[in-house]
């Protein structure tokens, strides 16, 4: 298998660096806080069907996130919530919007060596002021050629990107940890996609892998992307 690469975009929250577990942590909180009025599993229920219906509105990151929690406070208590609980999920949701960026292991090292060899474009959704703040945090912002900052990651979304960043998504691989977002849309486009879990996923982002497709492919460490590519080029 030899194919020719110029351009590799990478997703950047549970890809680059930690993300996920802040969430799963507030919800802890959330839950402790409407303890007295809703079991946890059925708390969670709530709001995650508050998110659903919400993204739409308030797009991705912490401030859609916020939002939903005081909905779901409002339903599950029949709007008998306490302003002391509701400044409670306010104070959670901006902890989270200063949390210290941790990026994984091996992702450094591993951007340094490919940034002369290929076109890195990072894209990623959710909030502009947060994924600034963490991209800049992060350090790693000096490896990309490119940085976008998308409201959704659709087919045209890759379409546009790596034919405006590269030579188009034929000659472009997308890296994430989301089959939904980073990788089934990804390949869609014409370009390869590459799976690399994280130990938690969001359950909006679920989806199951296009194993039927010759341009899919799963890391089980971001470490190994090179040996990859130096295989299939």
Known sequence: MSVT????????????????????????????????????????????????????????GVKGFTLSMIETALEVTDRRVGADVISEILEAGRDILSHPVEPLPHVEETLKSLKDRYRLVLITKGDLFDQERKITASGLDRYFDAIEIVSEKTEDTYQTLFSRHGTGPLEAMMTGNSLKSDVLPAIKSGAYGIHVPYDVTWALEDADEP???????????????????????
């Open 5 to 60: 690469i110029t351009t590799l975009g990478f997703d950047a929250d549970d890809t680059l660096w930690h993300n996920e577990r802040f969430f799963r942590l507030t919800q802890d909180r959330f839950a402790a806080l409407l303890a007295d009025y809703s079991e946890k599993d059925h708390l969670m229920d709530r709001l995650l069907a508050a998110e659903r219906r919400n993204v739409l509105h308030y797009g991705y």
């Open 211 to 233: 194993t039927s497709s010759n341009r899919f492919f799963r890391l089980d460490n971001f470490g190994k992307l090179p040996q990859l590519l130096a295989r299939i080029s």
